[in-house]
């Protein structure tokens, strides 16, 4: 059987039919959302890994038969940069492959009409020719770093093929490049690029510190789009694009990191000096995605680096503010003679992760190792899942020894946190 053909065009017709954008939560899907619903999409089904867990195949097919979709974005998925992937090979080839078949399937199985998955560049072999063109797929050895990733990405794409291909369903890929924008991550060891320069530029600023070390020559070029541009570009394929090859989404824009640097300095406002330090490894001198197959179907990208980062700066700083004042109003409101559980948003600079910081009789010093007062941490967890928290992968868990200023013979535990909603900061047990 060949591609077949389909009426996609009716996405954005119908702003009551029902779209299931999975990960919603993360920095692709909440901008997917934010864009579908400034279109005016009001019939949104969205659920934190909390309420439901992808890899869980009863789960999901019991969703999909509840909710019957029209429209399902796949957004969710096991991300982390190379030491993260180095570490956890078995999650990030798994749980990615799990999530994937059991949306993809269920998706096919309970009549959604257009289905979308996201991968990303590196699906493509190490020495593609550059910019990148789509039929490079499959055409060399991967980067070894991240290829239980990439090996889960590239059967994400061809399962789409496949029912496409034997059921005539209109399932299609999108694997954009390097992505920054609201609600990226911004954690100081397993961020991203740009995250991670935003990040140590305004610490240097606040710290009035004289210069900021940055490793390399700054030479390698790099290719960036912002999350939004990245969400239109999802909403123009829903709507236009139907066929059997995956579509690269791109700015087409190249910059050194050395520009990117210079530029990010700029935007935080750092007058101190940057300093590279060459010692170090630069990585990979290029990498560029192709993205005239998107363009030429009409979709081209709209928001320049520099407004970009002008607007993940302001966010984060805005972030920042609000849990500041979160923090404050808690700090008058946790003394009580009972356990106490406070969620102390602590962002600065770390915009993207909390702390939650648990008050209790019951801790004592060995929690730091063994996890003695698991019970309680596990209760702990739990409550919080329920408010749609979850555990920081590598979370960690740390008697801080007695409680200042709380109760004589109380100690406290620090837990980071992952994406706590603001909503919900301050809570007992
Ligand atoms: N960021 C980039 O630069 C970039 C570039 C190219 C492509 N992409 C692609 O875009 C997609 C999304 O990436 P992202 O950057 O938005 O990642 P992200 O910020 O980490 O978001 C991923 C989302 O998936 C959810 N999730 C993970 N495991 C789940 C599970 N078992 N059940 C339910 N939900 C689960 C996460 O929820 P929890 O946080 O609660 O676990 C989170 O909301 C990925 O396929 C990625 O390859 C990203």
């Known amino acids: 059987m060949g591609d077949p053909a389909h009426d996609s065009s009716d996405f954005l017709t119908d702003k009551s039919a029902k779209i299931f954008v999975a990960g919603h939560r993360g920095l692709v899907g909440s901008a997917i959302v934010r864009k579908l619903q400034s279109l005016g999409f009001s019939n949104l089904v969205l659920r934190s890994h909390s309420e439901l867990d992808l890899t869980r195949q009863f789960d999901v097919d019991s969703f999909f038969a509840a909710e019957k979709p029209r429209f399902v974005i796949l957004a969710a998925a096991k991300v982390g940069g190379i030491h993260a992937n180095n570490t956890y090979p078995a999650d990030f080839i798994a749980i990615n492959l799990q999530i994937q078949t059991n949306v993809i399937d269920s998706s096919f199985r309970h009549g959604v009409k257009k289905f979308l998955f996201l991968g990303s560049s590196c699906i493509y072999p190490k020495l593609a020719p550059q910019p990148i063109p789509e039929n490079a797929l499959l055409t060399g050895p991967l980067e070894p770093t991240n290829e239980w990733y990439a ?11 496949a029912y496409r291909i034997q059921y005539s369903w209109d399932a299609i890929s999108g694997m954009p490049t390097n992505l920054y924008g609201r609600n990226d991550n911004f954690h100081p060891e397993n961020s991203h690029v740009l995250p991670a320069l935003m990040r140590r530029f305004h610490e240097a600023k606040v710290n009035n510190a004289k210069q900021v070390v940055v490793w390399g020559t700054g030479s390698p070029l790099r290719e960036f789009l912002h999350v939004d541009d990245l969400a239109d570009a ?75 980062l002008v607007d ?34 602590v962002f600065e600079p770390e915009v993207t992760y909390g702390t939650l910081v648990i008050h209790s009789r019951s801790l004592n010093p060995q929690d730091a190792n063994g996890y003695k007062s698991s019970y309680l941490l596990l209760g702990a967890t739990l409550q919080l899942a329920t408010y749609g928290f979850s555990l920081f992968e590598g979370a960690q868990l740390k008697c801080e020894g007695k409680s200042p200023n709380v109760h004589p013979g109380y100690r406290y535990l620090v837990v980071r946190m992952k994406k706590p909603d603001l909503s919900c900061s301050s809570f007992e047990f």
């Open 151 to 161: 090996i889960a990405k590239i059967a994400g794409i061809k399962m789409c093929q």
């Open 234 to 308: 999802v909403v123009f394929s829903m709507d236009k694009y139907s066929g059997l090859e995956h579509l690269n989404v791109g700015s087409g824009k190249e910059v050194t990191i050395k520009d990117l640097a210079e530029l990010v300095k700029e935007v935080v406002g750092f007058e101190g000096d940057l300093v590279w330090d060459t010692s170090k490894p630069d990585g990979t001198p290029r990498k560029l995605m192709d993205n005239s197959k998107l363009l030429g179907l009409g979709w081209t990208p709209k928001i320049s680096l520099k407004d970009g």
């Open 312 to 345: 993940t700066y302001k966010w984060s700083i805005a972030m920042s503010n609000k849990t500041q004042s979160n923090r404050k109003a808690q700090h008058t409101n946790y003394r009580t003679g009972e356990t106490k559980m406070i969620i102390r948003n």
